[in-house]
């Protein structure tokens, strides 16, 4: 793990999580991580690799868990970005319980939850989305073409009062949730569907034998 945190305790440790399926893990996904990290002045990012996302089951495409985790480490070599499938370990099927068991069992961590535009469009479908935003400070990154759409979202009606100015990004350590801020990065046109599209066989390459959570540090079963 990554050494002292920057905040109001010195010793914590701040974490960013950012969910997705990976499927597979891409240089888009690798890009924006390193420009959020930046920006945010954490230690860590880790990738949440989902072992099922509720909103795209039964896609025919979805690659084995642990393909999509080794997929995920290769594309985060030699950087802060920190690959994990513990919500496959934690049981947890929905963000807001994943959340909730991560503060929990992490105390010495200061979280904040990274989605894009397109997920924010979308987040008022999400399982009791208003306690995820009570549960950490959540940064959103803008995705070309979506940001209109997540302006106007259901759950911006709600989150709106809550918005902090980008300027202030770096003090997010402090806010008490919900707390909301919206980062803007260079756009990057990467995408799974077209990796998929370009390199039918991605799968083929990566090694998964063996591997171990880098977090939990227990074998991926």
């Not at 302006?151 to 402090?174: C, D, E, S, Y």
């Not at 909301?180 to 990467?190: E, G, K, Q």
Request: glycine fraction near 8%; avoid cysteine.
């Amino acid at each position: 793990m990554a050494g002292q945190g920057h905040g109001p305790d010195p010793a914590l440790i701040l974490i960013g999580l950012l969910g997705g399926s990976f499927n597979p893990a891409h240089k888009g996904h690798r890009r924006i991580s390193l420009q959020a990290i930046e920006a945010l002045g954490l230690d860590e990012l880790w990738w949440l690799v989902s072992p099922g996302n509720p909103l795209k089951d039964g896609a025919d495409d979805m690659a084995p868990l642990s393909t999509r985790l080794a997929s995920a480490r290769q594309a985060s070599r030699r950087s802060r970005i920190v690959p994990t499938a513990i919500e496959a370990e934690l049981g947890t099927r929905y963000t807001a319980d994943t959340l909730r068991k991560l503060v929990r069992l992490y105390p010495n961590r200061r979280f904040i939850w990274l989605m894009g535009a397109d997920n924010l469009a979308q987040f008022h479908l999400w399982r009791d989305w208003r306690r995820i935003a009570r549960t950490m400070p959540i940064a959103v990154i803008a995705r070309p073409g979506y940001d209109g759409a997540a302006q106007n979202a259901p759950a911006m009606g709600w989150l709106r009062r809550f918005v902090r100015r980008p300027g202030h990004v770096k003090n997010w350590t402090i806010w008490s949730p919900p707390a909301l801020v919206l980062l803007r990065f260079r756009p990057d046109p990467s995408s799974a569907t077209r990796v998929r599209a370009l390199r039918p066989d991605w799968t083929s390459s990566l090694k998964t034998n063996g591997l171990r959570d880098p977090v939990s540090r227990r074998p991926l079963l």
